[in-house]
């Protein structure tokens, strides 16, 4: 057996043992707002429930690593003490995972990832409209583990309305735990979905995907490309080359007939079988041959 002390391990190192060894983790979808009243989105699965009464959140936006730089969110909720947390489903983690990524002070995540702003009742920050469950809170405190790269702050959120959409409940009212369909968090770039195993999602660190607002029309209103589609296509940072496009069709019969017939929903099915393989270049070449 390996044995470790943690002083002795570079903080990445340590980190990524942390979250290797412990999960799956639940992920706080958290939105929250600026003193300019700026939406903010972000995805943190160092997150759990504490108390039911009173009804008590914790989430925990780190200090980022590598620079030891703090994150808008944790930012927003020491000026705005309110949040609400968005449970993450299967249906949205892609969309989720774009929204993880380093925008700009003041870059909208709801509009950069194609989800739905909600008005709250009793908050100020928005709601994920896409979320099966969804909850208004209110900062308690906020906690400081250090001040170093990696320490955490745990944000007390007191849930204070909650957002059930019908489709996740049982006759009795109830939370269904398999219509939920909910993720976790693992270690490196893998989720876990109940009941179906783990999954990889290449998390958005130094990059940054163009945004589902970026997508052309016809895609992002697309009948057969679903959000987590959309997710994975905003979450390219550059499209293929005309170069890289022509070979693609000349390699592939089946694609130059595609390009041939210029059929809108023929090229979007078949983007689809790509990006269901996680072949997103590939997906974009098909999506680039619509004139």
Request: overall charge negative; some cysteine; charged content about 25%.
């Amino acid at each position: 057996m390996l044995s470790v002390s943690p002083s002795e391990l570079p903080v990445s190192e340590l980190h990524a043992y942390l979250l290797g060894a412990v999960g799956p983790r639940p992920i706080a979808f958290a939105s929250t707002i600026d003193e300019e009243g700026r939406p903010n989105l972000s995805p943190f699965s160092f997150f759990n429930v504490f108390s039911a009464n009173p009804p008590v959140m914790i989430f925990s936006p780190a200090r980022r690593v590598r620079d030891n730089t703090t994150k808008h969110t944790l930012e927003n909720v020491m000026k705005i003490r309110e949040v609400v947390i968005n449970v993450v489903d299967f249906d949205m983690v892609q969309q989720m995972s774009l929204a993880s990524t380093e925008y700009e002070e003041g870059e909208n995540e709801f509009v950069k990832a194609g989800l739905t702003m909600i008005a709250s009742e009793e908050v100020r920050p928005f709601r994920v409209g896409e979320s099966p469950v969804q909850f208004e809170c209110r900062v308690m405190k906020v906690e400081p583990m250090g001040q170093e790269g990696g320490a955490g702050n745990l944000v007390f959120a007191e849930v204070v309305k909650i957002h059930l959409a019908k489709r996740i409940l049982n006759p009795d009212g109830g939370i269904d735990q398999h219509k939920i369909d909910q993720v976790a968090r693992m270690g490196g770039n893998w989720y876990t979905r109940a009941n179906m195993g783990m999954f990889e999602v290449p998390k958005p660190i130094r990059s940054k995907g163009m945004g589902v607002d970026k997508l052309p029309s016809h895609i992002r209103n697309s009948e057969i490309l679903s959000g987590n589609d959309l997710g994975m296509l905003g979450n390219v940072e550059a499209l293929p080359i005309v170069e890289e496009i022509d070979e693609f069709v000349n390699e592939n019969p089946e694609i130059r007939s595609l390009k041939e017939n210029n059929n809108r929903e023929l090229i979007h099915k078949k983007a689809k079988e790509y990006l269901m393989k996680n072949e997103v270049s590939s997906a974009w070449k098909v999506l680039m041959l619509i004139q």
